[in-house]
């Protein structure tokens, strides 16, 4: 019987190629890797004793609204309903609710969650991705300190380290998805011009050391692009040179490269334009230094061309791509490139940010039943049923599992004649941004002691947990970014002269009041770094 299936490799390099922008970061753990799994059985045992027993009885059962992004392939309405009865079998007796799933397209999620929110519609669960303390701001999550017993558990898995950013003067607000929050950056590429160019991949060690590679693939070809945009207009030169190998140590304080309006580099505990760094002036020197000598693809900031598929059309050599998982044959080599053989390089970590944990779920303050609500978000972190069956859907309907299968380390197939696109329910693409990751078939093996080894060993920012509430600069965050949208990319790309464009990039953003920002960003961290 054939059957349609998607590994661990191929679900992480749909994931690398749509957030690995984002600025996915971690935090350290207490925990050692090897007693994981436990604390895992022991949370989920902590659950019968915390409101959740199976044999509960409950006085009433509530319904409990999840509203959660997806990737790519929205679930059936049909198929919605179905894993709701099913869930909602377990879930009665099991913590007293009855969950209502609400799947939203992710690249329109805030926006959609935003107009349920201004509805006055009952939101009990959803992910704040506009920033925790803009929602706190405008009143629209609520406080969880009341509701720790609920969703003890989930807190004592994670650990204290890692819920840092779920606090807002003081008060709890969200959890934060377990998962290894920070990348381990990779150039992937041909293995054949690798070898051609006989260059040893392991004395790789950043993304500098790349550029004898480069230069000799495209000198011997030069009708292959030597370095190809992972995402469109996107090389990721800038944001794979933000950490610890680079010796610049920059901290975003919540936002990305592209919409930076005030970073820390360093230990300073001064909040600069990081626009205006002599850090950021080394990373676009060198795109355009890259550029000139012929080693980027021309053109990148207007192409919507990506390098899978130019390196799978034979016009492409590598690129940087950033994992939250560990490199093998199986991932390097997973159908994204054709019929060319794979290999790749390591060049480096990130820097845990200040804004390591910013994929959190919260409870709405439409919540009929925030203590209901608290409890089914209990088990989102230390259930293994209910996480897989949100992600996978049903057995036998949306997905099977094969002979031999080891949850740990495999994930389930699609049954005969059913795809991705013809599921009737399927959440995959979504195990990077909801609840606990290593609950999910195929994420508990390999790929978290990998993750874990990250979350514990990488470094972290001083400044992990602050969260800086822009809503008094409304006015100028727009304007800054509106000018930062008019350079970036071509900088970035290195389509632009930095000794021609940077003066008056900076003039710019001065003008728009990104100045106002920074000071507002300062007096926030001052007040946080007297606390913390």
């Known amino acids: 019987?054939?059957?349609?299936?998607?590994?661990?490799?191929?679900?992480?390099?749909?994931?690398?190629?749509?957030?690995?922008?984002?600025?996915?970061?971690?935090?350290?753990?207490?925990?050692?890797?090897?007693?994981?799994?436990?604390?895992?059985?022991?949370?989920?045992?902590?659950?019968?004793?915390?409101?959740?027993?199976?044999?509960?009885?409950?006085?009433?059962?509530?319904?409990?609204?999840?509203?959660?992004?997806?990737?790519?392939?929205?679930?059936?309405?049909?198929?919605?309903?179905?894993?709701?009865?099913?869930?909602?079998?377990?879930?009665?007796?099991?913590?007293?609710?009855d969950i209502e799933l609400h799947p939203l397209d992710m690249f329109q999620y805030t926006d959609q969650i935003n107009l349920v929110l201004s509805s006055g519609d009952q939101v009990d669960i959803f992910m704040p991705m506009a920033g925790l303390s803009t929602y706190v701001s405008k009143g629209q999550i609520i406080p969880m300190d009341d509701y720790v017993d609920e969703i003890k558990p989930a807190m004592d898995l994670m650990g204290r380290d890692f819920m840092k950013s779920s606090y807002v003067n003081g008060s709890l607000y969200s959890l934060p998805v377990y998962k290894a929050n920070t990348f381990q950056w990779y150039f992937m590429c041909r293995k054949d011009l690798a070898a051609e160019a006989g260059f040893d991949l392991t004395k790789v060690d950043s993304i500098d050391d790349l550029e004898p590679l480069l230069t000799a693939v495209h000198e011997k070809h030069p009708d292959i692009y030597a370095l190809c945009p992972t995402n469109p207009n996107d090389f990721q030169l800038i944001n794979s040179a933000d950490g610890p190998e680079f010796d610049n140590d920059v901290d975003y304080l919540g936002d990305n490269p592209d919409t930076c309006t005030g970073a820390v580099i360093g230990d300073t505990d001064k909040v600069e334009n990081f626009y205006a760094s002599e850090e950021y002036k080394a990373m676009v020197k060198r795109a355009y230094d890259w550029n000139q000598k012929g080693l980027l693809m021309p053109e990148a900031s207007v192409s919507p061309d990506i390098a899978s598929d130019l390196i799978a059309s034979g016009r492409g050599f590598g690129s940087i791509i950033g994992y939250g998982y560990p490199m093998n044959e199986e991932m390097a080599n997973n159908g994204n490139y054709g019929d060319y053989e794979m290999t790749?390089?390591?060049?480096?970590?990130?820097?845990?940010?200040?804004?390591?944990?910013?994929?959190?779920?919260?409870?709405?303050?439409?919540?009929?039943?925030?203590?209901?609500?608290?409890?089914?978000?209990?088990?989102?972190?230390?259930?293994?049923?209910?996480?897989?069956?949100?992600?996978?859907?049903?057995?036998?309907?949306?997905?099977?599992?094969?002979?031999?299968?080891?949850?740990?380390?495999?994930?389930?197939?699609?049954?005969?004649?059913?795809?991705?696109?013809?599921?009737?329910?399927?959440?995959?693409?979504?195990?990077?941004?909801?609840?606990?990751?290593?609950?999910?078939?195929?994420f508990g093996g390999a790929v978290k002691d990998f993750g874990m080894d990250l979350i514990n060993n990488s470094k972290k920012s001083k400044y992990l947990g602050f969260l800086y509430d822009g809503s008094d600069c409304k006015?100028?965050?727009?304007?800054?970014?509106?000018?930062?949208?008019?350079?970036?990319?071509?900088?970035?790309?290195?389509?632009?002269?930095?000794?021609?464009?940077?003066?008056?990039?900076?003039?710019?953003?001065?003008?728009?009041?990104?100045?106002?920002?920074?000071?507002?960003?300062?007096?926030?961290?001052?007040?946080?770094?007297?606390?913390?």
């Not at 329910?425 to 609950?439: D, H, I, W």
């Not at 940077?502 to 106002?516: E, P, S, T, Y």
Request: with cysteine; charged share 20%; net charge negative.
């Open 1 to 97: 019987m054939k059957r349609k299936r998607l590994t661990t490799a191929v679900l992480a390099a749909i994931l690398a190629g749509s957030m690995v922008a984002c600025g996915s970061q971690g935090a350290e753990m207490t925990a050692k890797n090897d007693t994981e799994s436990e604390n895992v059985q022991e949370a989920a045992a902590a659950s019968e004793t915390s409101g959740t027993a199976k044999d509960a009885i409950w006085n009433s059962i509530s319904k409990v609204t999840l509203y959660y992004p997806v990737y790519f392939n929205m679930p059936s309405d049909a198929g919605i309903a179905s894993v709701e009865a099913e869930l909602n079998k377990y879930l009665e007796p099991k913590a007293g609710v």
């Open 344 to 442: 790749w390089a390591e060049c480096g970590t990130d820097l845990m940010q200040s804004s390591a944990f910013n994929n959190q779920f919260s409870i709405g303050y439409t919540s009929a039943d925030p203590a209901a609500a608290a409890r089914l978000m209990n088990l989102l972190w230390t259930d293994e049923y209910v996480v897989n069956t949100i992600i996978y859907g049903l057995e036998g309907e949306d997905y099977i599992l094969p002979d031999n299968f080891d949850p740990l380390d495999d994930m389930p197939e699609y049954p005969e004649g059913i795809t991705a696109e013809t599921a009737p329910y399927q959440a995959r693409v979504s195990c990077g941004c909801f609840g606990n990751n290593f609950l999910m078939y195929g």
């Open 475 to 532: 006015t100028e965050i727009t304007a800054v970014n509106n000018v930062i949208k008019q350079y970036y990319i071509g900088l970035a790309c290195g389509e632009m002269n930095p000794e021609e464009t940077l003066d008056q990039f900076n003039a710019d953003l001065k003008a728009a009041g990104i100045d106002a920002i920074i000071e507002d960003k300062q007096s926030q961290l001052d007040a946080w770094l007297a606390q913390h």
